[in-house]
């Protein structure tokens, strides 16, 4: 084969595909390896003789998978890394549906490698159910080989019928003295269809949550699908031992479970400096469309749960031990390397959203610590509010106070003096910042009121 070549490839899924390395192995999955005997002929292009590119045409094939498909299936690139450099390689696809070709259009090289893989990889692309043969283009300039071991990689996302119950992962119950936020309830892993889990995956206390996006479509009438084609690229494209980020949020606002081992679990999304980090990943492209509140809102949820279960201020920063960077606590992937992620139209959000999942966190703190929902007959004022050394309790008749806990956002206990004959508490000791107060009755009755501490 020609140093200086483009090689233009009619694709289809009827080749038999082959697991290697942990790949999955599936009629609806086909792994094509690129060969120069597949090449049918060789001419100039004329637009290209300047640079001393050359064209190669390989037979047209048609695309066919075991399974209908039901709304896409996806197209990516992969060969093995070499210290040879391949960023120089362009390559571009084009679609036929009903004896019409399609334009070009660009297949990029992506720039988010993992310290995980092995593998050099395309962007991932969807491609429209109705498309009957792809045709790709690979340009190389002179000097430069095609990438050794390339494939083709096609997936069909066929999700198994679902048994009854099998939905969603409901939300956990906060413990008073825990997290006083909820994990959100969400799509689990066998219902959009999650062949296998890590083997061996690795854990780390969590102090920076990063946010991301697909960069993929922007509308779907199933994001389990678009999920599971997500996991496919992972896993047997890039050679990931499992889908990279933690967690999934579609923009109707679904959460979908990711990465498998629960809280705490290393994910590959990060710039090769994942030890330490949570990965949500917001569906969708939002460098093009702005994300819907549906899915800010469950995006707030989830950062307000994992910063008080692992005691993340949301609107601080601090050093990111991988990267020995100064980082906010909630911080976009752009934060970490040169990338788009999230989309501008969610980066320039993340200050705003730092403040709703502390503001979350407050909410979830005064509603938690009303363990029983009883109505009381009295009313319960605190000043001054906000406070700076102590603050005392200003109580309508008919009230006897048993006890007082105050809790700071993370949910955590905070050893406070107080006085039940004057009802005064001391608090010149605590930080500044916001706390929640839970006051019991001697009926065993609770209610909670919100404190802010300023100095």
Request: aromatic fraction near 8%; proline fraction near 6%; include cysteine.
């Amino acid at each position: 084969m020609r140093n200086a070549a483009i090689l233009v490839l009619f694709l289809c899924a009827v080749l038999p595909c082959f697991g290697q390395n942990g790949q999955e192995i599936s009629p609806n999955r086909h792994k094509i390896k690129v060969t120069p005997d597949q090449i049918q002929s060789t001419n100039a292009e004329a637009q290209l003789q300047k640079s001393a590119r050359t064209a190669s045409i390989l037979k047209p094939i048609k695309i066919k998978f075991a399974d209908e498909v039901e709304n896409f299936f996806t197209l990516a690139l992969n060969w093995l890394k070499t210290p040879v450099e391949t960023k120089a390689v362009n390559f571009e696809y084009r679609e036929k549906r009903r004896g019409k070709w399609g334009a070009w259009q660009k297949l990029p090289i992506d720039q988010h490698a993992e310290e995980e893989s092995i593998m050099e990889v395309t962007e991932l692309r969807q491609i429209d159910a109705r498309v009957r043969f792809i045709q790709l283009k690979i340009i190389l300039p002179a000097g430069v080989e095609i990438p050794t071991d390339l494939n083709i990689n096609l997936f069909n996302p066929v999700i198994a019928p679902q048994k009854s119950g099998a939905m969603l992962i409901k939300p956990i119950k906060p413990e008073l003295r825990g997290c006083p936020c909820p994990l959100p309830g969400m799509v689990s892993r066998q219902t959009w269809g999650a062949p296998r889990p890590c083997a061996s995956p690795g854990y780390a206390t969590v102090t920076h949550l990063i946010v991301h996006h697909s960069a993929g479509v922007n509308t779907s009438n199933n994001w389990a699908q678009v999920v599971l084609g997500i996991w496919d690229f992972h896993v047997n494209t890039r050679a990931y031992c499992d889908i990279a980020y933690n967690y999934l949020i579609d923009p109707n606002g679904v959460l979908y479970e990711g990465r498998s081992g629960g809280n705490n679990v290393i994910g590959a999304h990060f710039c090769n400096t994942n030890t330490g980090t949570m990965g949500v990943c917001l569906l969708g492209n939002f460098q093009e469309v702005e994300p819907t509140t549906v899915m800010l809102n469950k995006l707030a949820d989830l950062l307000a749960w994992k910063s008080c279960n692992s005691s993340i201020d949301p609107v601080k920063s601090s050093v990111f031990a991988r990267s020995n960077t100064v980082l906010n606590h909630i911080s976009g992937h752009r934060d970490g390397c040169a990338t788009e992620c999230p989309g501008t139209n969610v980066f320039v959000k993340l200050a705003e959203m730092r403040s709703k999942v502390a503001s979350n966190i407050v909410a979830c703190a005064l509603t938690v610590a009303t363990q029983n929902p009883a109505i009381v007959d009295y009313s319960v004022d605190i000043v001054p509010n906000p406070a700076q050394h102590s603050f005392r309790l200003r109580l309508s008749s008919g009230a006897n106070i048993s006890r007082l806990e105050l809790y700071n956002l993370m949910g955590q206990s905070i050893n406070v003096p107080y006085n039940l004959q004057t009802l005064e508490v001391q608090c010149g000791h605590l930080p500044r910042g916001t706390y929640v107060l839970k006051i019991t009755d001697t009926a065993q009755r609770s209610i909670a009121k919100q404190v802010v501490l300023q100095f």
